[in-house]
Nanobody
Framework: QVQLVESGGGLVQAGGSLRLSCAAS????????MAWYHQAPGNQRESVAS????????NYADSVKGRFTISKDNAKNTVYLQMNSLKPEDTAVYYC??????????WGQGTQVTVSS
């Protein structure tokens, strides 16, 4: 079993910044990738950013390119999402995700991000 614990969400004014953290623990011997998703009320969960374990290759949704940065600390099994120039449309619950070799996938409980105009 793998546990993911997110932190760092909150309320911020438009143009502000937040840094989300996701700490993974449990039966992690190696992982393929970690990612952040968000889900606004009435919408589907969508990928925001991802990072591979080997090579640290990153991928971003078009809506956050140039504003968000995903990074990881392998020693701490932690992934971060630095969110700058936040917009009201970034308001959502943000979920951390980990993909393990073998196909297992786990989700965190989510952290609320609210951006006021």
């Amino acid at each position: 079993q793998v546990q993911l614990v997110e932190s760092g969400g909150g309320l911020v004014q438009a143009g502000g910044s937040l840094r989300l953290s996701c700490a993974a623990s449990g039966s992690i011997f190696s992982f393929k990738a970690m990612a952040w998703y968000h889900q606004a009320p009435g919408n589907q969960r969508e990928s925001v950013a991802s990072i591979t374990n080997i090579g640290s290759s990153t991928n971003y949704a078009d809506s956050v390119k140039g504003r968000f940065t995903i990074s990881k600390d392998n020693a701490k099994n932690t992934v971060y999402l630095q969110m700058n120039s936040l917009k009201p449309e970034d308001t959502a619950v943000y979920y951390c995700n980990i993909d393990l070799y073998g196909g297992a996938r786990y989700w965190g409980q989510g952290t609320q991000v609210t951006v006021s105009s």
